[in-house]
């Protein structure tokens, strides 16, 4: 039986994983996935802010691989501090989510992309806090990574290679909800939903063609605010 939920973090420690050999994925590929993915949209009513995350693949160290790229959220946030999350942020009235997703990528790790570079989205996530969240798909891995944390936002940037995000999660249950509880196995932790969520979807259906839906998985309690 998987025990509780940590309380304090969304990356709960666990044993390390060993991983698979690596994994590549080619520019067209993944843009036929997504354009052959029959994307939900969420409902606006359901959440009160529009946000948009970039879910930005890039080389990985090993330079046959690809990477995604996380961010640890700063100890000095107000809301969800220190946790996992992809590039991403509220949407400004007038602009759209996929130039919103390109802004935050500027904005907290320091790359500039154009709209050129974006393949397609994944689901909307409606967030206990009140967020419609959309992941958008977007390209960067003939570029250099050279990232810059941005300074309020931002306490690190992690480069994930795609070996480590092809694993499966596992589900626990909590009083608080009838909705599982989604835990994605990332190193020697566990990143739970929304960003576990996506993470999840991203696998399934740009990594195996299977259009999985990830709407219905809970976030932990200490992730609801």
Do not use: N
Request: glycine letters at 6%; a negative charge; proline letters at 8%.
């Amino acid at each position: 039986m998987p025990g509780p939920v940590d309380p304090g973090c969304d990356a709960q420690r666990i044993l390390p994983t060993v991983y698979d050999c690596p994994v590549s994925l080619a520019r067209d590929d993944v843009r036929a996935a997504l354009e052959s993915f029959d994307r939900k949209a969420g409902d606006p009513e359901a959440a009160s802010r529009h946000a948009a995350v970039c879910l930005l693949l890039v080389p990985a160290e090993d330079p046959v691989e690809i990477a995604l790229v996380l961010t640890r959220r700063a100890a000095s946030m107000r809301a969800h501090a220190g946790q996992w999350a992809f590039p991403g942020g509220r949407v400004d009235e007038g602009e759209s989510v996929r130039a919103a997703a390109l802004r935050e990528v500027r904005e907290e790790i320091g790359l500039t992309i154009d709209d050129s570079r974006v393949l397609g989205q994944l689901d909307d996530y409606v967030t206990r806090s009140g967020y419609l969240m959309t992941p958008v798909v977007a390209w960067a891995v003939d570029l250099p990574f050279t990232p810059r944390a941005g300074e309020d936002e931002v306490a690190s940037i992690h480069r994930i290679p795609l070996r480590e995000v092809d694993v499966e999660p596992r589900f626990l249950t909590i009083p608080e909800s009838d909705r599982p509880v989604i835990q994605v196995p990332l190193g020697d932790r566990f990143v739970h939903a929304p960003t576990g969520a996506i993470l999840h979807q991203f696998r399934e259906v740009v990594m195996h063609g299977r259009s999985t839906r990830v709407a219905e998985f809970e976030q932990p309690v200490f992730a609801w605010k």
